[in-house]
Structures are given as C-alpha cells and as structure tokens.
C-alpha cells in the first residue's frame, strides 16, 4: 500500500514541487489550494487529489483532517507549506498586516497540525514538517515579522519534536534559503513607512537578489526529511546559502558570526563571509550539518 502525505499551499512554488516529487516517489498526495480557480492545477496527476483550504481559517482544520483521511484511507505524513511574505521595516506595517503574518505562518500552521496529531500518536507513526526558513536563524532587516513567524515555527518544531517522539512521530523543520518561488510575486509591503527608511531599504534590496535555488531543491530535503527513520533531528537546512549557515556558525562563534551577518546583510560582506556562504544560486554544498 502506497504511503500518503498532505501537503499545504501547493498551487505553485515549493509545494507543488513537493507534491511532485512525492508522488514521483510512489506516494499518494492530498494536495491543498486555497482558490477554487487552482483546483485542476494537479488535474494530470493520478495520484494527487485536490482540496480546498484556506489556512487562515482555524475552524476549517478538523473537517479538512477528516477529507484528508477518507481521501486514501490513511496519511503517513504532513508538510505544512502554506505561508505568506510581510515586508517593511516593523514602524511602517500596520498591526493588521501583523496579526495576518502570524496567522498565516504560524496559527493556521498550529491548527492544521493538532487536527492530524490524534491521528499520528493512535497510529504510533507519522512525520510533520514545518516549512520554516533561514530567517528564523536571523532577523533580516525589512522582514523581521515575518523571521519572527518562521522563527516561532523553528522553535515549536523542536518542542513537539520532543512531546511526540514516544508515540513514534517525528517533526522536522525545514530551513530553506533563498529560492525562486512565487511568495516574492506575493509580498504582503508595509502600507505606512516613513521617508527615513527609504534609503536603507533601498540600499538593502539594491545587494540582496531576490533569487535563488529552484523550488526542487528544498522539495528533495522534504522528502529526505519525511523517510529519514530518525526522530532526533529537527532542523533541515535547504539551498547552498541555507546549508552553510551551521557551519559557519561552528567556525565563527556566535559572536562573530552575527557580526559579519550584520556587514554582509548591509552589501559589505567581507572575504571570510563569501567564503564560507555561498551566492543563493551557487551549487549545493556537499557538507554533514
């Protein structure tokens, strides 16, 4: 019998990767968007099947966990993907587009998991994966709500991690580094920002690319992360940027490191930083993190 997993957010980017990648694998995939419009985007998949559900709505995550069950029978694994990019400096977001940023990423995250966690502890098994991210390892200027929402979801990973690992269930967090999706088509910008950041926050999108590593990559570290048959690791870095940062921060310190992260995210990285971290688009480091 084949395994099944369900995957949040996946009319584009990231999750539709991983929705492909799975069922590339053998899996069966239930398979969330939250317009009726992008309900066929998986139509020539077999073994994909298609629901509705806005993560935003608290409410709806029972109901959904049931369809997600009845849709195969079973379900062996969980990525939450869906998330939304709140942009500006923290003075000129308003307090809605806030609370939204963290009802996106990290309330609706929770709902959709404790609606599959009975599930998971009955049947002694089951993976959840927490689309995190490498600024939940430091706060970028200009999107610090958003790192604090990642970082929220890197921290409750590795708490449910260890409240979960007797019943057999593992959860992982997975750190991507930049990557080439829709979510910057998507940016959610702060509507009140005064004149006086204008020019730090043209100066740091002026050396910061809004590029980066293909949606596959990060699909592949899911799908390593979901048949890893340990429960002890959490934190599973993806793109070369992203897989370097545990390094770095062995070689460095934390001191140290925060200090060169503070000149390179200002466009003065020095020549020991672009050392040891690599252009978003470089090649995938072939290192043990």
Do not use: C
């Amino acid at each position: 019998m084949s395994k099944v997993i369900v995957v949040t957010g996946t009319a584009s980017g990231l999750g539709k990767a991983t929705v492909e990648k799975f069922s590339g694998e053998g899996w069966d995939v239930v398979a969330t968007v939250r317009k009726e419009a992008d309900l066929g985007v998986h139509d020539a998949n077999p073994r994909v099947r298609t629901l509705l559900l806005d993560v935003d709505d608290e409410s709806a995550a029972p109901a959904f966990a049931e369809q997600a069950l009845a849709a195969f029978g079973r379900v062996d694994a969980l990525v939450n993907n869906a998330g939304s990019y709140q942009m500006g400096p923290l003075e000129g977001s308003t307090m809605k587009q806030i609370h939204g940023q963290f009802q996106t990423n990290v309330f609706g995250l929770i709902a959709v998991t404790k609606a599959f966690l009975p599930t998971f502890r009955t049947q002694r098994s089951g993976v959840v994966v927490n689309i995190a991210s490498l600024t939940a390892e430091q706060g970028y200027p200009y999107s610090g709500v958003y790192a604090a929402s990642k970082a929220a979801v890197a921290t409750l990973s590795e708490a449910l991690s260890m409240e979960l690992a007797e019943f057999g269930v593992a959860v992982r967090a997975i750190m991507p580094g930049q990557h080439a999706t829709r979510i910057f088509t998507k940016i959610d910008v702060a509507t009140e920002v005064p004149e006086d950041y204008q020019a730090g926050i043209e100066s740091f999108f002026g050396v910061t690319p809004m590029t980066g590593s293909s949606p596959q990559v990060t699909a592949d570290v899911i799908y390593r992360s979901v048949i890893d048959p340990s429960l002890e690791q959490v934190r599973f870095y993806a793109g070369p940027d992203s897989t370097a940062i545990p390094h770095a921060k062995r070689i460095l310190g934390p001191q140290e490191y925060w200090a060169e992260f503070r000149e390179a995210a200002v466009g003065r990285p020095s020549a020991l930083w672009r050392a040891l971290i690599p252009a978003p688009g470089a090649e995938p480091l072939e290192r043990e993190i």
